[in-house]
C-alpha cells in the first residue's frame, strides 16, 4: 500500500539554525499538507500547498517557515531560523482531492530546537 | 470557531471489553469526520471516516464509529479491544477549505 515518507526521523538543532523536513506524497496525489504536534498538545494544521503554491495556511505559518516542491516526489518544510518553540513532531499528509477527502499522514519527523 | 473536543484524556480498559471514545465538534455544518490511531513512534493512521449517507461507518480493526448530528458527536466503539489497540487516538474534522482540526487526542490503555 502507498504511504507518505519522511526523512529524517529525528533531528536535532540550535536554535537560529535553518532546517529542512522532507517528505515523499502519494505518487498521484494533488495536495500536501504539513501539520505539527508539540510534545502533549494537539496536531495543528500549518500549511496545505496544490499546483505549486500554498492554498490555505494557518496563523503558525510565519515568515518563518515555507514549503516547496523542488521536484515531482518531493515535498519541503523549511524553518529560516528555528526557535525553541518550534520543537515538535512534524507531520506530512497527501490527498487526491481537496473536497473532504482523506488526508493520508506520513510518521513524523521529531524536531529538537536547543 | 471550529472546535473538536475529546473529553477524555486518558482511557483504561481491560483485554476483552468493549470500548467507547468520544468526539464532539462545534459549528454549524456538517463536517467530514475522521479517526485516526497513533502508535508510539509511529505516524498517524486512518481507522475510519464519515462523509455522507449512513451515520454508522465501519473501519479497520474492528473499529466503528457513528455520527449524530443532534449531539455533534462522532464517537468511536469497538465491542472487544485487544491488547494491540493501545494507543494514542485522534478524532478530525473537517469543514471548509483543506485543513483538518484535531482533537487532543484520547490515550488507550489495555490492561490484560
Known amino acids: 500500500e502507498p504511504e507518505v515518507t519522511q526523512t529524517p526521523s529525528h533531528q536535532v538543532t540550535q536554535m537560529g539554525q535553518e532546517v529542512i523536513l522532507r517528505c515523499v506524497p502519494i505518487s498521484n496525489h494533488l495536495y500536501f499538507y504539513w501539520y505539527r504536534q508539540i510534545l502533549g498538545q494537539k496536531v495543528e494544521f500549518l500549511v496545505s500547498?496544490?499546483?505549486?503554491?500554498?492554498?490555505?495556511k494557518s496563523e503558525i505559518f510565519d515568515d518563518q517557515f515555507s514549503v516547496e516542491r523542488p521536484d515531482g516526489s518531493n515535498f519541503t518544510l523549511k524553518i529560516r531560523s528555528t526557535k525553541l518553540e518550534d520543537s515538535a513532531m512534524y507531520f506530512c499528509?497527501?490527498?487526491?482531492?481537496?473536497?473532504?477527502?482523506?488526508?493520508?499522514f506520513g510518521p513524523g519527523t521529531r524536531l529538537l530546537v536547543l | 470557531a471550529q472546535s473538536v473536543t475529546q473529553p477524555d484524556i486518558h482511557i483504561t480498559v481491560s483485554e476483552g471489553a468493549s470500548l467507547e471514545l468520544r468526539c464532539n465538534y462545534s459549528?454549524?455544518?456538517?463536517?467530514?469526520l475522521f479517526w485516526y490511531v497513533q502508535s508510539p513512534g509511529q505516524g498517524l493512521q486512518l481507522l475510519l471516516k464519515?462523509?455522507?449517507?449512513?451515520?454508522l461507518v465501519q473501519g479497520i480493526k474492528g473499529f466503528e464509529a457513528e455520527f449524530k448530528r443532534s449531539q455533534s458527536s462522532f464517537n468511536l466503539r469497538k465491542p472487544s479491544v485487544h491488547w494491540s489497540d493501545a494507543a494514542e487516538y485522534f478524532c478530525a474534522v473537517r469543514w471548509t477549505g483543506n485543513q483538518f482540526y484535531f482533537g487532543t487526542g484520547t490515550s488507550l490503555t489495555v490492561i490484560p
Open positions: 499528509a497527501s490527498s487526491d482531492l481537496a473536497v473532504g477527502e482523506t488526508q493520508y
Open positions: 464519515y462523509f455522507s449517507g449512513d451515520t
Open positions: 500547498f496544490y499546483n505549486n503554491e500554498i492554498s490555505e
Open positions: 459549528y454549524g455544518a456538517t463536517p467530514y
